[in-house]
């Protein structure tokens, strides 16, 4: 339900006060909604016919003999722009949508080892990049394993866009008293002390002109983090410049 003030018992003056206060509050809870709305429509409408655009471009790019390098170069470009759009686009939506309480969460007691196993299996395929899994017995946690799955994916594949490939991603799995802990751990650039707090925020890019060669939008992690709320845990980050950032999740068991 909706926060409201309520005051049975003051003087009137105080109780019209409050109803103004209480009709100010769903004035702002509706605009919110409108806004999300509005966001969620122009994403939507936006994505479908980019889509289309996504398509034609790739398929002329595969089925084009002989281009030259200019002609090349322009198609692969606009490709891999389009491609960038897209996913913004989808976070977006996916960010809408969990905004407006529509993502469900289907909450299940997981058996974490063999999907963090295939995650990791998938990265390492996708990237080229050894991923190692360290976990001691069964670990369990209550969760919702395609969101668990599509949390893991976005925090692997920022170890690899902030590390050099010889650099080793380890994920490692424990068990604490009524808690599952998973930590994604890189020995990459690392995050300065003072970014450690907003790279959650919608849009936060540390040094955009270091990350922008890696093509993010920075939404991943406030997408991570809303899908890691959405099944009652928490994430933190520890990081030093140079040495590279571990990803804390705490899930309930
Ligand atoms: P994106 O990677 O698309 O920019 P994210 O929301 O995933 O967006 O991350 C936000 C910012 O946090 C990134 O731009 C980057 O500066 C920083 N960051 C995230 N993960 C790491 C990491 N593993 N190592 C170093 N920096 C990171």
């Given at each position: 339900?909706?926060?409201?003030?309520?005051?049975?018992?003051?003087?009137?003056?105080?109780?019209?006060?409050?109803?103004?206060?209480?009709?100010?509050?769903?004035?702002?809870?509706?605009?919110?909604?409108?806004?999300?709305?509005?966001?969620?429509?122009?994403?939507?409408?936006?994505?479908?016919?980019?889509?289309?655009?996504?398509?034609?471009?790739?398929?002329?790019?595969?089925?084009?003999?002989?281009?030259?390098?200019?002609?090349?170069?322009?198609?692969?470009?606009?490709?891999?722009?389009?491609?960038?759009?897209?996913?913004?686009?989808?976070?977006?939506?996916?960010?809408?949508?969990?905004?407006?309480?529509?993502?469900?969460?289907?909450?299940?007691?997981?058996?974490?080892?063999?999907?963090?196993?295939?995650?990791?299996?998938?990265?390492?395929?996708?990237?080229?990049?050894?991923?190692?899994?360290?976990?001691?017995?069964?670990?369990?946690?209550?969760?919702?394993?395609?969101?668990?799955?599509?949390?893991?994916?976005?925090?692997?594949?920022?170890?690899?866009?902030?590390?050099?490939?010889?650099?080793?991603?380890?994920?490692?799995?424990?068990?604490?008293?009524?808690?599952?802990?998973?930590?994604?751990?890189?020995?990459?650039?690392?995050?300065?002390?003072?970014?450690?707090?907003?790279?959650?925020?919608?849009?936060?890019?540390?040094?955009?002109?270091r990350t922008r060669l890696t093509g993010g939008h920075g939404l991943g992690l406030a997408i991570v983090k809303t899908l890691?709320?959405?099944?009652?845990?928490?994430?933190?980050?520890?990081?030093?410049?140079?040495?590279?950032?571990?990803?804390?999740?705490?899930?309930?068991?």
């Amino acid at each position: 339900g909706e926060a409201k003030l309520q005051l049975r018992h003051a003087p009137s003056e105080v109780k019209e006060l409050a109803q103004t206060f209480n009709m100010m509050l769903s004035r702002l809870s509706e605009a919110w909604e409108q806004q999300r709305q509005f966001v969620s429509n122009v994403s939507h409408e936006l994505r479908t016919p980019l889509t289309v655009v996504y398509g034609y471009l790739q398929s002329l790019l595969r089925r084009s003999t002989n281009l030259n390098d200019y002609q090349r170069e322009a198609l692969e470009t606009a490709t891999s722009e389009a491609d960038r759009t897209i996913h913004l686009l989808q976070d977006l939506l996916d960010l809408a949508r969990a905004d407006s309480g529509y993502i469900r969460f289907n909450l299940e007691p997981l058996v974490l080892n063999d999907l963090v196993v295939e995650v990791a299996g998938m990265a390492e395929r996708f990237s080229n990049r050894s991923i190692m899994v360290n976990a001691v017995g069964d670990v369990e946690a209550i969760g919702d394993r395609d969101r668990l799955n599509q949390v893991l994916i976005n925090l692997i594949d920022n170890a690899v866009k902030y590390s050099e490939p010889e650099q080793p991603i380890v994920l490692t799995l424990e068990q604490s008293d009524r808690q599952a802990v998973i930590r994604v751990c890189d020995r990459g650039v690392g995050i300065p002390l003072h970014d450690q707090s907003r790279i959650f925020e919608r849009f936060y890019r540390v040094d955009d002109s270091r990350t922008r060669l890696t093509g993010g939008h920075g939404l991943g992690l406030a997408i991570v983090k809303t899908l890691v709320e959405g099944m009652e845990g928490e994430i933190t980050v520890r990081s030093k410049p140079g040495e590279g950032s571990t990803f804390t999740i705490v899930l309930p068991t």
